[in-house]
């Protein structure tokens, strides 16, 4: 019982840990209050671990393998990139900057749609986002400029400068694509590992059928954007039904 407290215990303040860093690492975020919410709930848990009847444990064992299952069905599911690299427009998810800066995980998704521009130059890319807390200019912009510092010419850029989620990033920019290709589009959605599952969803719910290429997480964000993303899928299947 001990070794399990103390468990719990390097567990919560592991993430606490974190979570300062990443508090200072990224903009600010609903996931880092859902960060917060949980490293406090554990340490909590273990410091009351003794006084904590048996059920208490059973549901928090229960609640500890779901999410597992949740992060690992997530994990799987962003690794499958399908791509067949013949597609019409690859459709770049945004992601957080800072200032005018595109941040580490939105490059790391700039870098993929290069590495698909690169495969198939006659396809178009469009850059979702627009400008939010924390971000002097739209996502998009700080997109398209990326994409043209590593070669990418600015014709083959489109850009959807109004959307505020994930849904709107493909719904905004399907209205877009649609006057470019009247008789329809192939297309590739491209956005973190974590963010595949979601994004394939609301492509179809938005009337996009896309294929997916993943952009990897590094290891310290991993908690922050996996908590988050299980939450935001949740509400998905809520919202969608």
Known sequence: MII????????????????????????????????????????????????????????????????????????????????????????????????????PMLAR??????????????ALIAVCGGQGFQEDISEALAMERYLMARGVPQEKILKEDKSTS?????????????GYFPQGFSSVVITSDFHVYRAVQTARKAGVSATHLEAYTLWYAWPVNYLREMLSVVKMWVHFG
């Open 166 to 178: 994930t849904y709107e990033n493909i719904s905004f920019a399907k209205e877009i694509l649609d």
């Open 4 to 103: 399990a407290k103390n468990i719990f215990l390097v567990i919560g303040i592991l993430l606490l840990l974190n979570l300062i860093f990443m508090f200072f690492a990224s903009n600010f975020n609903a996931g880092l209050m859902v960060q917060g919410g949980v490293a406090l709930g554990v340490i909590l848990y273990a410091v009351f671990f003794e006084k904590i009847p048996k059920s208490g444990h059973s549901a928090a064992g229960i609640v500890c393998l779901i999410s597992l299952m949740f992060i690992a069905f997530l994990v799987i599911y962003g690794k499958a990139d399908n791509a067949i690299y013949d597609e019409d427009v690859a459709i770049v998810l945004g992601a957080g900057i800072r200032g005018e800066q595109v941040g």
């Open 109 to 122: 998704r700039l870098d993929r749609a290069v590495e698909f521009y690169e495969k198939n130059p006659r």
